[in-house]
T-cell receptor
Framework: AQKITQTQPGMFVQEKEAVTLDCTYDTSDQSYGLFWYKQPSSGEMIFLIY??????QNATEGRYSLNFQKARKSANLVISASQLGDSAMYFC????????FGAGTTVTVRA | KAGVTQTPRYLIKTRGQQVTLSCSPISGHRSVSWYQQTPGQGLQFLFEYFSETQRNKGNFPGRFSGRQFSNSRSEMNVSTLELGDSALYLC????????????????FGPGTRLTVL
């Protein structure tokens, strides 16, 4: 069984600063995918970034980067230059045939 | 390309009724998955359909069912509604996943918010 742990229920960040969201996972699979999604108050789950277990380089997508440390089983999301529109819930997820989600971290960006 | 669409966006039902939710995947996507999101249980996998067949199922009672049509559109049905079924129901589609493929990204729709009174 796969398990995702997000230990930060909520975080505040100043506009234009960077923020790191923690995610650790547990799996016995050798091949797996790690995802981050953003969920604004509207409810839609927005895909942000993906990291494959065999990818040697950390994934980046614009202002989002994933700090993947396989030996430590962690996949932290870094959001650089935070914007007010980044205020949302962020979920880390792992896939096999389905996505298993963490509990999420609420990010509030302050002006 | 249009994203995943879900209808209706909001529903209010009473206990004992049944409800049908609809999901249209991104064009070309053949797999559709359904998730339930509640404050207490978080996001939980309901089931996944591929080529009109249910391939995988989560740990939900038989009151929850679904189907997929030949155009990949999917519906889920909840019969004999209970108060605890109040939730955000999210549909996600992905391209052409192999069974158990870990690299296929799921793209979500806006969700249907169901309230059971």
């Amino acid at each position: 069984a796969q398990k995702i742990t997000q230990t930060q229920p909520g975080m505040f960040v100043q506009e234009k600063e960077a923020v790191t969201l923690d995610c650790t996972y547990d799996t016995s699979d050798q091949s797996y995918g790690l995802f981050w999604y953003k969920q604004p108050s509207s409810g839609e789950m927005i895909f942000l970034i993906y990291q494959g277990s065999y990818d040697e380089q950390n994934a980046t997508e614009g202002r989002y980067s994933l700090n993947f440390q396989k030996a430590r089983k962690s996949a932290n999301l870094v959001i650089s230059a935070s914007q007010l529109g980044d205020s949302a819930m962020y979920f880390c997820a792992m896939s096999d045939y389905k996505l298993s989600f963490g509990a999420g971290t609420t990010v509030t960006v302050r002006a | 390309k249009a994203g995943v669409t879900q209808t209706p966006r909001y529903l209010i039902k009473t206990r004992g009724q049944q409800v049908t939710l609809s999901c249209s995947p991104i064009s070309g996507h053949r797999s559709v998955s359904w998730y339930q999101q509640t404050p207490g249980q978080g996001l939980q996998f309901l089931f996944e359909y591929f080529s009109e067949t249910q391939r995988n199922k989560g740990n939900f009672p038989g009151r929850f069912s679904g189907r997929q049509f030949s155009n990949s559109r999917s519906e889920m049905n909840v019969s004999t509604l209970e108060l605890g079924d109040s939730a955000l129901y999210l549909c996600a589609s992905s391209l052409v996943p192999e069974q158990g493929a870990s690299t296929d990204t799921q793209y979500f729709g806006p969700g249907t918010r169901l309230t059971v009174l």
